[in-house]
């Protein structure tokens, strides 16, 4: 499956993004999806990640209440709605996907398989 993320932006502390990534190539309300990001300096970290059917939902902590995942299988996208944004919010923000299997969503990078080339988050104090 090929992932494409954008919505990306520069946004100040307090601000609102949405972030969008489109999915093709293969059925995608098959997939998992996930939201992870990476600061300069530091390892790429979860975010957030919604089951195949969108039933089901986890957060990072560090985003949870803030943050909120979402997909729509006719458009073969899923989305991430970015609120109250924070300076140490900024990083670049890839979407990924797993096959979906009985073992459920899960948090971990290398669950995933399949991930997209990742969209700049900026926001400034």
């Known amino acids: 499956v090929q992932l494409q993320a954008s919505g990306g932006g520069l946004v100040q502390t307090g601000g609102s993004l949405r972030l969008s990534c489109a999915a093709s190539g293969r059925t995608f309300s098959r997939y998992d999806m996930g939201w992870f990001r990476q600061a300069p300096g530091k390892e790429r970290e979860f975010v957030a990640t919604?089951?195949?059917?969108?039933?089901?939902?986890y957060y990072a902590d560090s985003v949870k209440g803030r943050f909120t995942i979402s997909r729509d299988n006719a458009k073969n996208t899923v989305y991430l709605q970015m609120n109250s944004l924070k300076p140490e919010d900024t990083a670049v923000y890839y979407c990924?996907?797993?096959?979906?299997?009985?073992?459920?969503?899960?948090?971990?990078?290398?669950?995933?398989?399949?991930w997209g080339q990742g969209t700049q988050v900026t926001v400034s104090s």
């Open positions: 919604i089951s195949y059917n969108g039933g089901s939902t």
């Open positions: 990924a996907a797993v096959q979906a299997s009985v073992a459920g969503i899960s948090p971990m990078r290398g669950d995933f398989d399949y």
